[in-house]
């Protein structure tokens, strides 16, 4: 089984429409990150959090909000969705370890909204 | 703040040639360095990473050395075969500064190996 898994895999909506991706992992790991992937944008930071209680906003957070339901889960809301936020939607965690720390990624949330 | 470029693709090789994507960064701390992979429909897989200057990270062929006197992190591989084909994304992450445990991606380089 998959270490992070998200799901739904993909999803079609229409705008002004609430939108819950979900990410689960068995990997033990605290912290957790949204992402969003555009075409020739690279990986954009939308909230992260370092353990159940804390949660932050990244670079891109408007639009979005979050929930750590606990260690394994962080839930991804788009409140009432417009046609900007179609794009491939990505949940990490990472191991920090002593001095580093290493990102994992799951499969992605392909979104479309209409 | 903390940034990653690296070169636009896409990269377009044919079998067996030599492969390097450039990537540089600014970073104000001790930053870790990475190198992701992505294959068609699927998430980011770690490839390889080195955690200070000199250190060379290396994975399924490929190389990467930490060269902190010239800010790079460039991506190499001596033979590409098509199954490289993927999107590679080189990344930061800056200890000993608030953008500790958030990473800095960049924009990704497509790369086709065609036979």
């Known amino acids: 089984d998959a270490d992070v898994t998200q799901t739904p895999r993909n999803r079609i909506t229409k705008t002004g429409k609430r939108i819950m991706l979900e990410c689960s992992q068995t990997k033990g790991h605290d912290r957790m990150y949204w992402y969003r992937q555009d075409p020739g944008l690279g990986l954009r930071l939308i909230y992260y959090?370092?353990?159940?209680?804390?949660?932050n906003k990244g670079e891109i957070s408007d639009g979005y909000s979050v929930s750590r339901q606990a260690q394994a889960k962080f839930s991804l809301s788009l409140e009432s969705a417009i046609p900007n936020q179609t794009a491939l939607y990505f949940c990490?965690?990472?191991?920090?370890?002593?001095?580093?720390?290493?990102?994992?990624f799951g499969p992605g949330t392909r979104l479309t909204v209409l | 703040g903390d940034s990653v470029t690296q070169m636009e693709g896409p990269v377009t090789l044919s079998e067996e040639a030599f492969l390097t994507i450039n990537c540089t960064y600014t970073a104000t701390g001790y930053p870790s360095l990475f190198w992701y992979v992505q294959y068609p429909g699927e998430g980011l897989q770690l490839l390889l990473k080195a955690t200070k200057a000199d250190d060379k990270g290396s994975n399924k062929g490929f190389e990467a050395t930490y060269r902190k006197e010239t800010t790079s992190f460039h991506l190499e591989k001596g033979s590409v075969q098509v199954s490289d084909s993927a999107v590679y994304f080189c990344a930061l992450s800056d200890r000993g500064t608030d953008s500790w445990g958030k990473f800095q991606f960049g924009a990704g380089t497509q790369v086709v190996v065609t036979p």
């Open positions: 990490a965690t990472s191991d920090f370890a002593g001095y580093t720390d290493t990102q994992y």
């Open positions: 959090s370092f353990d159940v209680k804390d949660i």
